[in-house]
């Protein structure tokens, strides 16, 4: 017959000080944990709360590619190809006038010129790049993009500008593109249009502009205080200007051209 063997009963309090020391493990791991969360909200605070002061979101827009003009055979006469603009973060720059004045000198461009394309950004538009120098050669990019540590608020973009890949021929009927300037902006028909867009300033690039400029797109970015890009946070893609086929004959047309 087997017997249930059992060990001798523990002695007494071993029990009471087993839980005394489970429950004393217990509040040092609790008392650690609030010390370190009070030292990362109350005495790390005021500097996560400086640092995160210091960066700030930029909107970015994103020009769509403008619509080509074909001719009957599907010829392209006027593409869009891929050029540098210098745009300007009002509200990340201290001094706006020395800084245009500083970009005109980089780029070569006529001060005049910069601070019109500049304006006078109000409201929103002091959060958004503004454009201030267009298809900019890659020359006068290298000087720009070597000075831009000490330019704040001053980027750089690539963007899509118009390509005649014939020159003048058929310039009248083409037409041409322009920048949206202050007084354009008064007018009623350009409530849709911001400073410095560019639109159809003759020719089927006016008449057929709201089909061949597309939509642009936008990207919201992180920066920290230099300017300087810390995360994408959001995309939303431009949509390109739709072709436009005309019922020109290129060739025929650089024949009567040569002929007159």
Same mark, same amino acid.
């Given at each position: ?36 969360? $009070? ?5 790390? +605070? ?15 827009? /994103? &020009?769509?590619?403008? +619509?080509? =003009?074909?001719?009957? *055979?599907?010829?392209?006469? /006027? ?22 004045? @500083? ?18 950004? @109000? ?17 006068? %990019? !290298?000087? /720009? &993009?070597? @000075? ?21 021929? !058929? !310039? *009248?009927? %083409?037409?041409? =593109? ?6 354009? =902006?008064? &007018?009623?028909? $350009? ?8 639109? +159809? ?16 797109? +936008?990207?919201?970015? =992180?920066?920290?205080? *230099? ?20 019922? %020109?004959? *290129? ?5 009567? &051209? !040569?002929?007159?």
């Amino acid at each position: 017959m087997n017997r249930l063997t059992t060990g001798a009963p523990p002695p007494d309090g071993m029990v009471e000080r087993r839980l005394t020391g489970a429950a004393l493990v217990i509040v040092a791991v609790w008392m650690l944990l609030i010390t370190r969360l $009070f030292y990362l909200q109350v005495v790390q +605070g005021d500097v996560y709360k400086v640092s995160a002061e210091r960066n700030s979101v930029r909107t970015q827009r /994103v &020009e769509a590619p403008r +619509g080509a =003009l074909l001719d009957r *055979h599907g010829e392209a006469l /006027v593409d869009s190809r891929p050029a540098f603009e210098v745009r300007v973060v009002p509200n990340e720059t201290e001094d706006v006038p020395a800084t245009l004045t @500083r970009i005109a000198g980089l780029t070569g461009r006529d001060l005049g010129s910069v601070q019109q394309s500049y304006g006078t950004p @109000r409201g929103r538009a002091r959060f958004q790049p503004q454009r201030v120098v267009y298809d900019l050669d890659r020359d006068a %990019l !290298a000087r /720009v &993009e070597a @000075r831009l540590w000490a330019l704040g608020g001053v980027l750089t973009q690539v963007t899509p500008v118009r390509g005649y890949r014939f020159g003048s021929s !058929a !310039a *009248h009927l %083409l037409g041409w =593109l322009g920048e949206v300037g202050p007084e354009q =902006l008064r &007018e009623e028909e $350009f409530q849709s249009y911001r400073l410095g867009d560019i639109i +159809g300033r003759g020719g089927i690039e006016r008449l057929l502009d709201k089909d061949l400029r597309g939509r642009p797109g +936008g990207r919201n970015l =992180l920066v920290d205080a *230099h300017g300087k890009e810390l995360k994408l946070l959001s995309l939303v893609q431009p949509q390109p200007g739709r072709n436009v086929v005309l019922t %020109l004959d *290129h060739q025929l047309q650089l024949a009567a &051209e !040569a002929a007159g």
